[in-house]
């Protein structure tokens, strides 16, 4: 890996708000979205990117990487935190109960897909780019963007309305 040029730092520049975007929606926040951008662009500025890397691909696998890692550490913490008292029942609560729990539901389906379909899914469906964008991202065809987001889908189906 070699440290950046200024070619390349514009063209990371000129990526930030695709790559911005493409972070909230990973993570569903504003702030959870700006502390992921940090991240990604500090990790690629200290470490670097391959020679043969396309920065803007890169950025994007390296952010997905980033965000991964982080639901990781997010569902270790939440296993061992313990719950000290019960929690009120009026419905205003069950209803967030039930609101985070399809959340948590659909982020571990998610978590569950093969990383690269979750990204091709991701990248489609959330952040809204075309096959053909998506394909070019991620350096694959674009008949392989579409079979990753259909076996993704399917997986999803499978694994959140199963009764």
């Not at 571990?108 to 379909?117: E, G, I, R, T, V």
Request: hydrophobic share 40%; aromatic share 4%.
């Amino acid at each position: 890996m070699r440290r950046l040029s200024s070619k390349q730092r514009q063209a990371m520049l000129d990526q930030i708000g695709n790559l911005r975007r493409f972070c909230f929606s990973l993570t569903g926040h504003s702030a959870d979205a700006d502390d992921l951008l940090q991240q990604t662009v500090e990790k690629i500025l200290d470490r670097g990117v391959p020679e043969d890397a396309h920065i803007g691909k890169w950025s994007f696998t390296v952010c997905k990487n980033l965000w991964l890692d982080e639901i990781r550490s997010r569902q270790v913490r939440k296993r061992h935190v313990q719950v000290t008292h019960e929690e009120e029942t009026g419905v205003s609560a069950e209803r967030e109960v039930s609101a985070a729990q399809e959340v948590s539901d659909l982020m571990d389906a998610l978590d569950k897909l093969p990383k690269d379909q979750r990204l091709a899914l991701v990248l489609v469906a959330i952040e809204g780019k075309s096959y053909s964008e998506a394909a070019e991202i991620l350096d694959v065809a674009q008949g392989t963007i579409m079979s990753r987001i259909s076996r993704a889908r399917k997986s999803l189906e499978e694994q959140l309305f199963k009764n």
